[in-house]
């Protein structure tokens, strides 16, 4: 069955970072590029960032470029997403699946960032 396990949110001040990791299991995580998307309350859910299969190509939302990193581990088949400089717009609940969602069903529980001073 396909899982995503996202990790990693938290509370953080403005200017702050953190990292979120996603493991994945139940497909073959190496062939398939990888999103993070996010949903904040009262929106729809977004892409924020994408990485190709063995990582060499990535793509950023514009209003998080530069300030986020995609990237990925194939043998622990887990994505992560650094993210720097965090700003009270980057609150929302993160996730990650495949990019574009080949299963749209299997979404993870994702994991609540919240930047607040």
């Known amino acids: 069955q396909v899982q995503f396990v996202e990790s990693g949110g938290g509370l953080v001040q403005p200017g702050g970072s953190l990292r979120l990791s996603c493991a994945a299991s139940?497909?073959?995580?190496?062939?398939?590029?990888m999103g993070w998307f996010r949903q904040a309350p009262g929106k729809e859910r977004e892409l924020v960032a994408s990485?190709?299969?063995?990582?060499?190509?990535?793509n950023y939302a514009d209003s998080v470029q530069g300030r986020f990193t995609i990237s990925r581990d194939n043998a622990r088949k887990t994505v992560y997403l650094q993210m720097n400089s965090l700003k009270p717009e980057d609150t929302a609940v993160y996730f990650c699946?495949?990019?574009?969602?080949?299963?749209?069903?299997?979404w993870g529980q994702g994991t609540q960032v919240t930047v607040s001073s």
């Open positions: 990485i190709s299969w063995r990582g060499g190509s990535t």
């Open positions: 139940g497909f073959t995580f190496s062939v398939y590029y």
């Open positions: 699946n495949t990019q574009p969602v080949q299963w749209p069903d299997y």
